[in-house]
């Protein structure tokens, strides 16, 4: 078996764990970045939209700051944000969009003069500034009070991925492609590194190192219905729970998008509904303005998905073989702009619905898009649980976003939060060697092997990993979407603790040799479920609303006794998760109130009970 | 009753002893708005569970799912079986390695490219954080991305004569990517230093002139037009060096 050494050893080659290679490869580290594609396959590329900072140059950001921003994101988390990282991620964001642009980024520029745009389908006026010509320039999107997202036509995810890319080429980084972790190196206190399988091949290899990073984005692909690529399959998160150290945050707050497209859930972005698109129900008719008069569609995702299932309940959706939809309308848009600043759009409708959006509607529905969810890390990055373990971007849970992220903050915090965690692992790498017993290594190189030799000749069972994992997403998909009830939730749990014993049986019908797809399913299939397990039952504790988290049972959100930040533990032979709570933010740089969006009733913290 | 499809798939486990290449016959029954996607992955649940292919976003961003269709290289999550006939054979993309069935290694390729091209920015202005951003026209920054679109999913390079005939072809993807550079001002590189990178056959002079690398484009870029604007400003660069040299 080969055994390979580094200062820092990081998972996952999206925007946040390419953004900590380069910082800490800058400070004279030796960096290894493992990937389970190509790293510009990396979801992060998908992101159409933008990144959000306040640089206030375009007409409609005017006089914007990283204080609005920072109002913007703790309001749209529903107040279940850490402040002082929702600080510091505003704060900081302007200075990492100007760094890209340095790097090669080529970022929209704000054109001088009068121009057009549209608003809940009508069509206004504004006039940029000429001596703002040449700067940075932003759309609008849901749930800000400044246009303040930074945007490369649509898009953005690739065009920032192909230049943190060219970065690491630049540094001389090894990027390993084709490299899945399946578990970390750990004695219970300190992080050394994981054991990892080769994606062309299927051999183990050891990567020892004196800090590691889990950068592996969201887990939607637990879900039946996502957005999401198919990679992002939570194997981070599985070998970090796996240790029974590190907690999962907040597993309750999965967010849901207004727009996947109907049947194949392929997210169209929201920069159509900044742009100017809106939404309508079967008889062709504008619904958000009646339930959000002034933000209408552009509300906060949580607060249109809900609306949009809603509006559906009072039969005003349309039907389809594949169950009920909406429409979005972005026809009034025209030509020019769908074909250059919406062309993702115009694609996506072409090649998976035979539509033309210029003079046809774009049939969608919420779908799960994003995991606030994550490993939960301090302000530095720093994985509760095991020490010399990081994780930033939507593998974490920072946690910038609480219980609703706003559109463009998770693309910018991928590079925010990889530069800040970076810096952060260099400091740590400068003050700590490691020292460990070498049978540490070998020993986890055969429980995996173990593993793999037990699935291969089925010792525990022949179940199929795929059955079993469709058994798991159908409990998400009936218990914990957009709306939940504590019936529906306890049901979902139970359901989950069946699949959980199916999943120890399964065993592979492939003989599992080489890169095989079946054994990668096998491999990380009980963690999935447990995941799930997660958020069902985090999701039945919290008997409140807040952000994306919506219980009906439960309309009011609760300041009073949920202010706080579930933390879901999974111990060994445990078959449910063990919820703990801490303080949702310890310090209030603005104490929590009315969102101005979404109504709801709020019982203060301070209310008696 | 929906068209029974009958898939011919390239079948071979490079790290299996006893696998040998062949091609393997299947059978399945149309959905509505089926891809290629949805095929595969119906296959490999409830056929053969050991089939080996390449997704990732499944929307036709990642480019991770290029494999040749019908004999034609393209992108399998946007290829919809009700546009084809029941007949559809699938073979992994030619030039890359192949790691099993129709996975093919396009990682490596693309990251030695980025070698041979210095795939950055070349500059010596040094970001300082207090400073606003430099300016640019926004026209300028919409040219870049024009030609940063490409998702590297490899099917200009597989559908290229000159890469089939020799292995150091840097193919279109590359000479692309060096187009994206010269067009950038942030880049202070000269004419003459990317004539050191691709003014012979291993770049600009190699090509053939078969098109066929636009033609199978599934971003549809304009590789032709941006070879045919290298192999211009190449052009003048080698005069210019021979009179230099004089």
């Known amino acids: 078996m080969q055994t390979f050494y580094s200062d820092l050893l990081v998972i996952g080659a999206g925007l946040a764990g390419e953004r900590i290679a380069v910082e800490a490869a800058e400070t004279g580290a030796a960096v290894t970045v493992l990937s389970i594609v190509p790293a510009r396959r990396s979801h992060s590329s998908a992101a159409q939209g933008g990144m959000q900072a306040a640089l206030g140059n375009c007409a409609m950001g005017k006089d914007d700051c990283p204080d609005v921003h920072f109002q913007d994101t703790v309001k749209g988390s529903d107040w279940g944000c850490d402040q002082e990282v929702a600080r510091l991620f505003a704060d900081t964001a302007p200075i990492e969009m100007r760094r890209l642009a340095h790097w090669g980024v080529p970022w929209n520029r704000v054109v001088p003069g009068k121009s057009f745009f549209y608003k809940g389908g009508e069509k206004f006026e504004k006039y940029e500034e000429p001596e703002k010509e040449g700067l940075i320039t932003a759309r609008s999107f849901g749930g800000t009070a400044k246009w303040r997202t930074c945007y490369t036509s649509d898009g953005t995810g690739h065009a920032v991925m192909c230049t943190m890319d060219n970065r690491c080429a630049e540094l001389g980084i090894d990027v390993r492609d084709r490299s899945e972790a399946i578990a970390l190196i750990h004695d219970g206190e300190t992080c050394y590194g994981a054991i990892v399988r080769c994606l062309r091949t299927g051999e183990l290899q050891a990567y020892i190192a004196r800090a590691t990073a889990i950068c592996t984005g969201g887990f939607g692909r637990i879900y039946k219905a996502t957005t999401n690529a198919v990679i992002c399959d939570g194997g981070g998160h599985i070998i970090a729970m796996d240790t029974g150290q590190v907690p999962l945050g907040n597993p309750e707050a999965i967010q849901f998008h207004p727009t996947g497209i109907v049947p194949t859930d392929i997210l169209v972005t929201e920069g159509c509904r900044g742009d100017g698109g809106t939404l309508l129900d079967k008889n062709e008719e504008r619904f958000m303005h009646i339930y959000e008069p002034d933000k209408a569609e552009l509300a906060s995702r949580d607060v249109v998905s809900r609306w949009m299932t809603h509006h559906m309940r009072q039969g005003k959706g349309v039907e389809s073989p594949y169950g009920q939809h909406l429409w979005l309308d972005i026809r009034h848009l025209g030509d020019q702009h769908i074909s250059t600043k919406l062309r993702e759009v115009d694609e996506i409708c072409h090649h998976f619905l035979g539509i033309d959006p210029r003079t046809q509607l774009i049939p969608v529905r919420p779908t799960q898009h994003y995991t606030m969810a994550g490993i939960r890390t301090d302000r530095d990055g720093a994985a509760y649980g095991l020490k010399g373990l990081f994780s930033a971007g939507e593998a974490a849970c920072w946690d910038m976003h609480g219980f609703n992220r706003l559109g463009g903050n998770s693309l910018a915090e991928t590079v925010v939060a990889g530069g800040i965690v970076g810096r952060k692992v260099a400091e740590f790498l400068q003050g700590h060697d490691v020292s460990f017993r070498t049978s540490l290594v070998s020993d986890a190189v055969a429980a995996q092997e173990d593993r793999i030799k037990a699935l291969a000749s089925c010792r525990n069972g022949s179940e199929s990993v795929y059955k079993v994992r469709s058994a798991m997403q159908d409990a998400l998909m009936d218990g914990c979407f957009v709306f939940r009830t504590g019936e529906g939730l306890q049901q979902a749990v139970d359901t989950l603790k069946e699949v959980y014993e199916r999943a120890g049986r399964v065993g592979l019908r492939s003989n599992g040799r080489g890169a095989n797809p079946e054994l990668a399913a096998a491999l990380k299939i009980r963690g999935q479920v447990r995941l799930a397990q997660c958020i069902a039952s985090a999701a039945l504790a919290r008997t409140e609303s807040r952000g994306s988290h919506t219980r009906e049972d439960h309309p009011e959100r609760n300041d009073r006794d949920w202010l706080n930040r579930t933390l879901a533990y999974w111990k060994e032979g445990a078959d449910v998760p063990e919820l703990r709570y801490e303080p949702a933010t310890y310090v209030f740089e603005i104490p929590p109130g009315d969102r101005g969006y979404g109504g709801g009733k709020i019982i203060k913290a301070d209310e008696p009970k | ?246």
């Open chain 2, 1 to 246: 009753m929906a068209r029974l499809l009958k898939f011919n798939i390239f079948r071979y486990n490079p790290q299996d002893p006893d696998s040998r290449p062949h091609m393997q016959e299947f059978v399945l029954e149309e959905a509505e708005n089926m891809t290629l996607f949805i095929a595969l992955n119906m296959l490999r649940e409830e056929q053969d569970p050991s089939l080996q292919f390449d997704f990732c976003c499944r929307a036709g961003i990642c480019g991770s799912c290029a494999m040749v269709v019908n004999g034609r290289p393209g992108l399998a999550c946007q290829t919809k079986t009700a546009d084809m006939d029941t007949d559809i054979t699938l073979l992994p993309l030619p030039v890359y390695k192949l790691i099993g069935d129709l996975s093919v290694d396009t990682g490596v390729w693309f990251r030695e490219m980025y070698q041979k091209t210095e795939s950055w920015i070349h500059t010596k202005k040094v970001f300082d954080p207090g400073q606003l951003e430099e300016r640019m026209d926004n026209a300028v920054a919409e040219d870049i991305y024009e030609l940063e679109r490409c998702i590297e999913c490899g099917c200009c390079v597989s559908a290229c004569g000159t890469a089939r005939l020799r292995d150091d072809f840097m193919g279109a993807a590359a000479l692309n990517r060096v187009a994206r550079f010269v067009v950038d001002p942030r880049d202070e590189r000269t004419d003459r230093d990317y004539f050191e990178i691709i003014g012979n056959d291993e770049g600009i002079f190699g090509c053939m002139g078969l098109l066929a690398c636009e033609d199978v484009c599934p971003k549809g870029l304009p590789l032709q037009n941006q070879l045919g604007f290298l192999r211009r400003k190449m052009g003048i660069t080698a005069l210019k060096n021979i009179f230099r040299r004089n």
